[in-house]
């Protein structure tokens, strides 16, 4: 059974770095650990220097990969709509619908769907075979806000399917076709399934942690505030933050060292502003994180 953490964050704010430290710090403990990227550009792959991608890979003793990619997803899952599509409807129809598919496999609302979905099918599918499974998220997508929608979405599976049983119940009673399963009604109950699924392992079975990434400035402060108020709105708690970039404790230049002045100042309304969670903080270091360094980064992980 799985510890499922997900990191959010601004762009930018070190999500790809602090997931996978993390993600490091566990495997080194000896926890089978699975790094899931939800974000194609610039993220674990870059980090790991080796290539990762759309099947899980070992990246090292108890560390897997996984990168997902929204667009690829959305064209499958836009794909096997078009073949539900086939059994249900007739070719006149279908050209017209094929048409606003097409339209659909580049909007952002069609790139989270198929993204939810992928992630939902990682999370089942591979619940039994790690310790812990770690999402870091990409900075456009609001792939935390995805983790509100199972319990929405249940509920508007029922609506529909109460309403469906109802069209299928008088075509039933006019064409006198009793037996017939209905290939909609299938389909709607196979994503209810599903979503009541993963919202058992999510939101009832205590498993999800999330974690929010952050740089100790002013306008981050504020928006991780907001952020944080909004998930827990749903019942999703922010467990702990990860403060990142943190400047070194002297400099011998005017500058910096008013810089760090400001910067103690920030750090301090963070711990008041935060007085429940964990804060987990990781110093600016003077080169970009990488393969030679990340270790280093996962050190700060030991309390964590
Ligand atoms: N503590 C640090 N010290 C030095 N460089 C850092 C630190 N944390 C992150 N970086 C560098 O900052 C850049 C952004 O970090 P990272 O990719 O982890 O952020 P991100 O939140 O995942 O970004 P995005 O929102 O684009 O996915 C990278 O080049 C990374 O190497
Ligand atoms: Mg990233």
Do not use: C
Request: hydrophobic letters at 40%; charged letters at 30%.
């Amino acid at each position: 059974m799985a510890k499922i953490i997900f990191y959010g964050g601004k762009g930018g704010v070190g999500k790809t770095t602090s997931s996978t430290a993390n993600s490091i710090h566990f495997a080194n403990k000896g926890l089978r650990t699975l790094l899931i990227s939800t974000d194609p550009a610039h993220s674990i792959s870059d980090v790991l220097e080796m290539k990762i991608g759309r099947e899980i890979i070992k990246v090292r003793d108890n560390l897997y990969g996984l990168e997902i990619d929204p667009e690829y997803e959305a064209s499958l899952y836009i794909d096997k709509i078009r073949q539900n599509m086939k059994t249900i409807l007739s070719n006149v129809i279908i050209d017209e619908i094929n048409t606003q598919l097409d339209a659909a496999m580049v909007s952002p609302g069609t790139h989270e769907s198929a993204l939810f979905d992928k992630m939902a099918e990682i999370i089942i599918e591979k619940f039994d075979d790690y310790d812990v499974m770690i999402f870091d998220t990409a900075p456009t997508g609001h792939t935390l806000r995805l983790l509100t929608l199972p319990g929405l979405l249940e509920d508007w599976m029922a609506s529909l399917i109460k309403k469906r049983k109802s069209i299928v119940g008088m075509n039933k009673m006019l064409s006198k076709k009793y037996d017939e399963k209905d290939p909609v009604l299938e389909i709607l109950e196979k994503r209810q399934k599903r979503f009541g699924e993963i919202k058992k392992i999510l939101i009832d079975g205590n498993d999800l942690t999330l974690r929010f990434v952050l740089n100790p400035e002013q306008l981050a402060i504020e928006e991780t505030k907001k952020a944080v108020a909004q998930l827990e709105k749903f019942d999703l708690p922010v467990e702990a933050l990860i403060i990142n970039r943190i400047l070194p404790e002297e400099f011998n230049n005017e500058f910096w060292q008013k810089k760090k002045e400001q910067e103690k100042v920030y750090l301090d309304i963070i711990e008041k502003s935060f007085p429940n969670k964990k804060l987990i903080k990781i110093p600016l270091i003077d080169s970009d994180i990488r393969k030679n360094t990340i270790d280093l980064i996962a050190e700060y992980f030991k309390e964590a």
